[in-house]
Nanobody, 124 residues
Framework: QVQLVESGGGLVQAGDSLRLSCAAS????????MAWFRQIPGKEREFVAG?????????NYADSVKGRFTISRDNAKNTVYLQMNSLKPEDTAAYYC????????????????WGKGTQVTVSS
């Protein structure tokens, strides 16, 4: 069992940067594949970025955020990060981190643990 708590969201202007954090409870955080998803009310949850377990050697991004967002992890701090640069109004959403043990996937349905989310609002 792992509990996830996101932080770092807020209201920013287009072109600004934010760094989201997701702190995980429990031991052996490194064994979890981690991912960030986002959701706008009334729309389906959207994959944003994912990172493999342990050394996080493999990362993957949605086309809409490639080159602007970077996912990373610090296993010593039980934390995964999402650095978001050059933010756009269309990045406005609630951002959620998710964890699973197993193979990497960009499908939210296979993730076992979810945080409660942090809101990111980008004004034009």
């Amino acid at each position: 069992q792992v509990q996830l708590v996101e932080s770092g969201g807020g209201l920013v202007q287009a072109g600004d940067s934010l760094r989201l954090s997701c702190a995980a409870s429990g031991r052996t955080f490194g064994r979890y594949v981690m991912a960030w998803f986002r959701q706008i009310p009334g729309k389906e949850r959207e994959f944003v970025a994912g990172i493999s377990s342990w050394n996080g050697g493999n990362t993957n991004y949605a086309d809409s955020v490639k080159g602007r967002f970077t996912i990373s992890r610090d296993n010593a701090k039980n934390t995964v990060y999402l650095q978001m640069n050059s933010l756009k109004p269309e990045d406005t959403a609630a951002y959620y981190c998710a964890a699973r043990i197993g193979d990497y996937s960009d499908s939210g349905s296979v993730y076992d643990y979810w945080g409660k989310g942090t809101q990111v609002t980008v004004s034009s």
